[in-house]
């Protein structure tokens, strides 16, 4: 254990509660195993359960509307908490937190380039929560924790239940983000995850002002010591595809592009383990045989044995590890300035072909649309995948408007000449509940063919309907499968799908089109 440099009596908190500081994940393994927080698997791994919330309560999170806020904030897109809300929700919680018997505390970073990282003091009800966000961030260095100054802090109990009336909530969970008082309060959530994201946002707020683009996307290198970046909602493959053992792994979620690097916000990994499967993603799966992993509503039985093709807890189950779990890993968290940006989706109407070349005007015009499905499980409420649209690929994560980091994307792309692609790894030869999820070993013949920069050398066409060019044939993948029309055996009924979805497209930039140039918003697809 590292003591604090700085207490929590120095921010206020007054707590007759047992410090735990910064411990290391053996030491809080052990911790939740004794409270009751989690078991062990056989193989090692911590299993736990999170309840009622087994993915975001998206609708509970409020970013607090002041001064600071006010002009910055994009509100249509964020809940609103009032300052004097959030005041009665602060006052609640360093309640709650001063009856708590054990706290435990992490000093971490929230990045890895050194000049644009924060912060964050983590204090938790849990055992395992704890050594959730200390897997999930970047871990200080001994030397570093001895002067670390907490910037934000982030206050996570469980156990706490917000008041509607009082606190100005939908319901007893809440998230509340005060950037004045650089303070994050969780309550009446047991998911993990909620920690991650809110640091997310932070950094989302914090780096466009410096120049920096934040991106939710994962992050890799190639022999060739390029980068690339792979945007994508989660269940899009943003995880699977950049654990790739012949390329080196910068990071699976979340990232900035500096002028000088590519850098990881994060120091860990939180992967979907549902159906996870050993030949198609080895080096994930594992992770599941490994001390400091976490392993999130994954079934175990009294032997210790765990079984990830059961959902019967959840559908989102979740593997959180650090990033020294995967082969293959950058030892600075970070890389050059990406050459090669990839946009996944997981197209569940099954229009969209396997992978697309698309101009730097097409690219901000797909940023900006973000169109994937939401899977199911990953948030509250959704039971199967859903079209739908998540500007900037991470729509709940982004407190600005879309616009900024739209034209902050196109500024790096100009400046960079990173190639660009739009991958779908959704619904082929038939919508979802028709088609089938489109073949994962051709996913990676074409993103292989992309990164090592053969596929631009291919035979392309234009999309009828969308306008980018779509390569003929690809050594290694059936050319059948190219032609997303040639696989659905009703032609009549692609045609009105991909009809549909064109308006779907087009109606959902309506909002941003005054916000970008004539280029962009020629690359929108032609309706028919």
Not at 419 to 436: A, D, E, I, P
Request: proline share 6%; net charge negative.
């Amino acid at each position: 254990m590292t003591p604090l440099s700085h207490s929590l009596a120095d921010q206020g908190m007054d707590s007759r509660a047992t410090i735990h500081a910064n411990l290391s994940s053996q030491e809080l393994t052990e911790a939740a195993v004794r409270n009751g927080e989690g078991r062990l698997a056989k193989d090692g791994p911590l299993v736990v359960e999170t309840g009622q919330h087994t993915g975001r309560s998206a609708k509970d999170k409020f970013i607090v509307r002041d001064a600071e806020t006010e002009d910055t904030v994009w509100w249509d897109n964020n809940a609103s908490m009032s300052p004097e809300h959030f005041a009665a929700l602060k006052e609640d919680f360093l309640a709650a937190v001063k009856d708590q018997n054990d706290l435990y505390v992490a000093d971490l970073f929230g990045g890895s380039q050194p000049e644009y990282r924060v912060n964050v003091r983590v204090i938790n009800e849990f055992a395992w929560h704890n050594q959730f966000i200390r897997t999930l961030l970047v871990r200080p260095t001994e030397a570093e924790l001895e002067g670390f100054v907490p910037e934000y802090t982030i206050i996570d109990l469980p156990s706490f239940r917000a008041d509607p009336e009082r606190h100005g909530t939908r319901g007893e969970t809440v998230i509340a983000v005060n950037l004045s008082e650089k303070l994050i309060l969780i309550g009446g959530t047991r998911y993990a995850g909620e920690m991650k994201k809110s640091v997310f946002g932070i950094l989302n707020y914090l780096l466009p002002a410096q120049g920096v683009m934040p991106m939710h996307c994962s992050a890799n290198i190639g022999s060739d010591g390029k980068s690339a970046v792979f945007f994508g909602l989660s269940g899009t493959g943003k995880t699977t595809l950049s654990a790739d053992a012949s390329r080196t792994l910068i990071g699976d979620d979340e990232h900035g592009w500096s002028d000088t690097a590519v850098f990881n916000f994060e120091g860990g990994c939180y992967a979907k383990m549902i159906r996870l499967d050993p030949e198609a993603e080895p080096e994930i799966f594992a992770t599941t045989k490994m001390e400091g992993t976490i392993l999130e509503n994954v079934v175990m039985n009294d032997a210790g044995e765990i079984d990830l093709n059961d959902n019967r807890l959840a559908e989102n189950t979740r593997g959180a590890y650090p990033l020294s779990s995967i082969p293959n890993t950058s030892d600075e968290n970070l890389g050059p300035p990406p050459s090669t940006v990839i946009m996944l989706t997981a197209d569940a109407f099954g229009v969209l072909p396997p992978i697309a070349r698309l101009t730097p005007d097409q690219a901000m015009y797909h940023f900006l649309s973000g169109y994937t499905a939401k899977v199911a499980g990953t948030e509250i409420g959704v039971t199967e995948p859903q079209a739908t649209f998540s500007t900037c690929f991470g729509a709940p994560f982004m407190p600005r408007h879309p616009s900024v980091y739209g034209n902050l994307l196109k500024k790096r792309i100009a400046e960079g000449g990173a190639q660009c692609w739009l991958v779908n790894t959704g619904w082929t030869g038939g919508k979802y509940g028709v088609g089938n999820r489109m073949p994962i070993k051709a996913t990676r013949a074409l993103l292989n063919a992309a990164l090592d920069g053969s596929l631009n050398e291919a035979e392309f066409r234009k999309d009828p309907h969308f306008g980018f060019d779509v390569p003929v044939a690809v050594e290694g993948v059936d050319s059948g499968i190219l032609d997303p029309r040639s696989t659905w055996s009703d032609k009549d009924e692609y045609d009105a799908t991909a009809k549909k979805l064109v308006k779907l497209f087009i109606d959902n930039f309506e909002p941003f089109a005054p916000h970008v140039d004539e280029g962009v918003r020629n690359a929108a697809p032609e309706a028919a």
